[in-house]
């Protein structure tokens, strides 16, 4: 059994700027409230990396993934499991004529996700994710404005 679920927003920005506030991982519980953790060894997004996230509402399968693949500033992917759930997350940066669509998008499959079916749990992650990319969105669009401000230095 197999389940998808994305989330989609339009940031106005470019995917250099989205990326550059979305690898510094010791802000991710600034602009995602859920957000518990997010890191990964050296700071630094690899292929082969362990990439460490804890969000309330989001599978135990995402909290050590994988790093597969890595497209700096247009797309980041990867693999972990846990309690009987396998999940491929992906982050995709598209540039676009308003800004950069950016787009989270997990696979998850394996018998954990019976009761997580059955109990709304699909509901509650898609939420989780919307939120996340809502707030991404409000934290990188605020530091543009900002950054456009004579005198204003952002650090």
């Known amino acids: 059994m197999l389940k998808v679920l994305e989330s989609h927003q339009i940031i106005s920005a470019s995917n250099v700027d989205i990326w550059n506030l979305f690898r510094r991982l010791d802000q991710w519980g600034i602009w995602w409230?859920?957000?518990?953790?997010?890191?990964?060894?050296n700071n630094e997004f690899a292929p082969g990396a362990i990439f460490c996230l804890h969000v309330k509402g989001l599978p135990i399968a995402l909290r050590r993934t994988q790093i597969m693949e890595l497209k700096p500033e247009r797309f980041i992917a990867g693999l972990g499991q846990g309690r009987g759930i396998k999940a491929k997350q992906t982050w995709s940066f598209i540039p676009v004529e308003e800004g950069?669509?950016?787009?989270?998008?997990?696979?998850?499959w394996g018998l954990?996700?019976?009761?997580?079916?059955?109990?709304?749990?699909m509901r509650r992650m898609k939420t989780v994710m919307d939120d996340g990319l809502m707030g991404l969105r409000r934290?990188?669009?605020?530091?543009?404005?900002?950054e456009a401000q004579p005198g204003v230095v952002i650090q």
Do not use: H, Y
Request: glycine residues 8%; positive net charge.
């Open 33 to 41: 409230q859920q957000c518990r953790q997010a890191s990964i060894p």
């Open 100 to 108: 950069t669509q950016v787009i989270m998008r997990l696979e998850l």
């Open 112 to 121: 954990g996700l019976v009761p997580k079916l059955m109990l709304g749990g």
């Open 139 to 146: 934290e990188v669009e605020s530091k543009i404005t900002l």
